[in-house]
């Protein structure tokens, strides 16, 4: 598949016109959303579509509505000729690149909120991030109408949310995570990772050994909270600049573990300079 062509659209009509021809066709299709500046962890989610689908069509978006006005949108890094490359060269068939006035045109005003467990963690420290990513999510899986849509367990909580609206709203499809995919170092890969310093590049990966730090005390019996408090102040001796949360949940739920009695989860956020590092690992 590599090598093959990539087309790009940019309008909803023409999304769903070759959509329909390749249902017309027999294939299935796969949806991997993204906000572009594409990196491996990205491509993985097209090759694990590729395991669901026979077509595969990627969005770049740059979705302003889950930004926060003191947030990076601005400045967010928009690379889309390297994105349409590195998607080629993965065999992706299609990528959907709309503008904002095709997304959000005049007028536009209804928002996809999902309580509970969009309103904790990173809702919490991001007001109404989660409202613009069910918001775009919920709109692009309706423009395209896939089969299946694939998202990333780096972005833990925002899987959760997904799942949550695709069930809520009865979109007819069906949702995969896909593992994190890591540097050598144990850094998640991230697009954001571009804003960090060489010195600060180097203290990045202490934020996934604290998190499985704490997995593996966990594990061990440690208490939750104990064991993530410890977490925290490792992130912050290691030259973090702050850390807004290091904590073990429900893997499901999200809510807080006062024991080891059910699957759980380590999630954390914490700013390095300036770039704002997400991660987390299964217990
Ligand atoms: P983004 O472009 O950052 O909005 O991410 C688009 C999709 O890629 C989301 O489903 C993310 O969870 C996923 N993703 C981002 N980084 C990684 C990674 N390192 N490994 C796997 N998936 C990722």
New binding site residues.
Partial sequence: MSGSAIEIVRSIRDLRARVAAWRAAGETVGLV????AL?E??L??VDHAFRNATRVCATVFVNPKQFGPSEDYAVYPRTEERDAGLLRSVGANLLFAPSVEDVYPTGHCTQVAVAGIGDVLEGEFRPGFFTGVATVVTKLLLQALPDVAV?????YQ?LLVIRRLVRDLDVPVRVEG?????EQDGL????RNAYLTTEERRIAPALHRSISGVVAEVRRGASPEEAAARGVEEVLAAGFRSVDYLTVRDADSLAPMRDNDRPARVLAAAWLGKARLIDNVAV
């Fill in positions: 959303p993204t906000m572009g990196h962890g990205h993985s989610l998202f990333g367990e780096k972005d925002q896909a593992p994190t995919i890591r998640a890969m991230s697009s």
